[in-house]
């Protein structure tokens, strides 16, 4: 298994609290993403980081920011939770294409964070 | 309009039968396709991949890419209870951030 950890793995909240999630790799991949999973939606893709401070964002980065500061960190801050919110996070990593058993960059999840905000 | 559509489901079988799962695209530029398997509160796992048009084959399943009508299938053959879960395609162009489906959900009855 894709040596990738996600915590907190449960986190019930407020609204209008911060939260912060973190992803930890030991696989040294350059990639690294977060992605929400909803009913209906299947994974949608918040942010991604393409390298240590570099990061950009993706369909669904309103109400999230993210920082890497070291390769095997990715944070995903929700500045303040909002019920809709509410979902289960997934970290996922990948290497450059042509890197990985299919030579696809596949991505590697996480075990996802769910979330809950009140 | 979603740029990857997946009938949710739920898809129900008996054991022993053919899955058949399905996605369509509206990118024209999509080159890698692939299928990731996620079972109850575990994150996905990729299952199956092909680049470009074509069949690819793996023991018990076989993807298909046809770009010319924007689909993609997968089958599974000599379906078990352990293949219950939920599949999703994904597919990405030359960049490396990948488009999913919103998943089938499927279940293999003994």
């Known amino acids: 298994d894709a040596g990738i950890t996600q915590s907190p793995r449960h986190k019930v909240t407020e609204t209008g609290t911060p939260v912060t999630l973190r992803c930890h790799q030991t696989?040294?991949?350059?990639?690294m993403y977060w992605y929400r999973q909803d009913p209906g939606h299947g994974l949608r893709l918040i942010h991604y980081?393409?390298?240590?401070?570099?990061?950009d964002k993706g369909e669904v980065s309103d109400g999230y920011s993210v920082s890497r500061s070291k390769t095997e960190d990715f944070l995903l801050t929700l500045e303040s939770a909002t019920s809709s919110q509410t979902s289960v996070y997934f970290c996922?990593?990948?290497?450059?294409?042509?890197?990985?058993?299919?030579?696809?960059?596949?991505?590697?999840f996480g075990e996802g964070s769910r979330l809950t905000v009140l | 309009q979603k740029e990857v559509e997946q009938d949710p489901g739920p898809l129900s079988v008996p054991e022993g039968a053919i899955v058949s799962l399905n996605c369509t695209y509206s990118?024209?530029?999509?080159?890698?396709f692939m299928w990731y398997r996620q079972y109850s509160r575990k994150g996905p796992e990729l299952l199956m991949y092909?680049?470009?048009?074509g069949n690819k084959e793996d023991g018990r399943f076989t993807a298909q890419v046809d770009k010319s009508s924007k689909y993609i299938s997968l089958f599974i053959r000599d379906s078990q209870p352990s293949d219950s879960a939920t599949y999703l395609c994904?597919?990405?162009?030359?960049?490396?951030?990948?488009?999913f489906g919103a998943g089938t959900t499927v279940t293999v009855r003994a």
């Open positions: 996922a990593i990948s290497g450059l294409p042509g890197q990985g058993p299919s030579g696809t960059g596949e991505l590697f």
């Open positions: 980081s393409y390298g240590v401070k570099d990061t």
């Open positions: 696989e040294n991949h350059r990639y």
């Open positions: 990118n024209s530029a999509f080159q890698y």
């Open positions: 092909t680049y470009s048009s």
């Open positions: 994904a597919m990405r162009t030359n960049d490396y951030k990948l488009s």
